[in-house]
């Protein structure tokens, strides 16, 4: 792929646009890793000893997975909001952003005068995004909220794993979620300051996002029969939609989703089509409910193919399959895409953005050291404010 520069890259969303962080972690610093790739400029401003995301791991070189996914192409601040002279730096970094993100601890900047309220008062056209746990307005809000806790008190976990044990998703899927949430309630902000010269206070929490997914088993557990049990690799409602396991012991998840696929699966890959007569298995209620008679018939079948065998018959009778890959596997799967990036000097493939676009740059920009852009930002800043105390 020709490299491309910032000169030749076609106009990106957010160009212009000044976003300014104080973040750590992942949520906030996804987020405003998203606007960035997007084309705004992200000032993370760091406390001094950093996000403590930084310190995570060393898998990405040297550096952590955490922090380089989520901080390409901003530009790092050490900034002290408590001591007044950075408090005023912060308040010249304000009046020029355009966007304002924070995932401190519920209260914090509102107690040294940063809070959104406050700050929408002063700059009535910067958009404010707090981040928490469980919101800043119930009994759960001082919380501590780490993914895997969010997991947990959401219910995510109960209804993940399989039925001896509940599962952690093997994700930071609450804090992705709270991110990519944060994300496009910036978006939707700034749509609706373009139309009314305003800005807006938009607000996210990861416990929010697990329940918004959680709407399924909430709506099965309160109003129908009870909340699906943990099957591992099965779907509670569908059958067969699950992992069956070939003759030289890989695992391959199967999906049907009609009898039209029913039949022809029965036909062509079990080659038994009087199985797709069969009144247990006559419709999706039926199977569900005899789903250990139906796992038993079609797990025999499995287990006396090979898995280039298993592969050829469901291609051949059309039914929808998933081999259940290693990392390792998936690092090599023919639908990945991956980006250049340095880290620590090396340049190392990073996934692609799952969203496709225009300006799309082919790369990543490296993320920043502790404190990278203090020097030049003071003076930028401070310039722009001369004779203020700063």
């Not at 730096?89 to 952003?97: F, G, I, S, T």
Request: proline residues 5%; glycine residues 8%.
């Amino acid at each position: 792929m020709k490299k491309q520069t910032s000169e030749t890259l076609p106009a990106r969303p957010l160009d212009g646009l000044l976003v300014v962080s104080i973040e750590q972690a992942l949520a906030a610093p996804l987020c405003t890793g998203r606007l960035a790739e997007m084309g705004a400029r992200v000032i993370k401003i760091e406390r001094a000893e950093g996000d403590f995301a930084r310190g995570y791991d060393d898998a990405a070189n040297g550096a952590s997975s955490y922090f380089v996914w989520t901080n390409r192409g901003k530009e790092s601040l050490v900034l002290d909001f408590k001591q007044p002279a950075d408090a005023e730096l912060l308040r010249a970094l304000l009046d020029k952003a355009d966007v304002f993100v924070q995932n401190l601890a519920p209260g914090a900047l509102t107690r040294a005068g940063f809070g959104s309220e406050a700050l929408r008062e002063t700059y009535p056209r910067l958009i404010t995004c707090d981040i928490t746990g469980y919101g800043a307005d119930n009994d759960a809000s001082g919380l501590k909220a780490y993914d895997l806790l969010v997991q947990c008190e959401s219910g995510l976990a109960s209804i993940s794993g399989a039925p001896e044990a509940c599962g952690r998703i093997g994700v930071s899927i609450c804090d992705i979620g709270a991110g990519m949430n944060a994300a496009i309630a910036v978006l939707s902000a700034l749509a609706l300051r373009d139309r009314t010269g305003c800005g807006s206070a938009v607000s996210v929490s990861l416990f929010d996002g697990a329940a918004d997914w959680m709407s399924i088993p909430y709506l099965h557990q309160v109003y129908g029969e009870g909340a699906p049990q943990r099957l591992g690799l099965k779907h509670p409602s569908i059958a067969p939609y699950g992992a069956f396991t070939t003759r030289d012991g890989n695992d391959i998840v199967i999906s049907i989703q009609n009898e039209r696929e029913w039949r022809q699966f029965c036909a062509q890959f079990m080659q038994r089509p009087e199985l797709g007569l069969d009144p247990r298995f006559a419709s999706n209620t039926e199977r569900v409910q005899n789903r250990e008679a139906l796992d038993q018939v079609i797990a025999a079948a499995f287990a006396d193919l090979d898995s280039g065998e298993v592969l050829s018959r469901l291609a051949e009778s059309n039914t929808a399959y998933g081999q259940v890959r290693s990392v390792a596997q998936m690092a090599q799967h023919p639908a990945l895409r991956t980006w250049p990036m340095t880290v620590e000097g090396e340049v190392l493939q990073m996934v692609a953005p799952a969203v496709r676009a225009p300006w799309d740059a082919g790369r990543f920009e490296a993320a920043p050291s502790l404190g990278e852009h203090t020097d030049l930002l003071r003076a930028e800043f401070c310039q722009q404010h001369i004779g203020e105390p700063v």
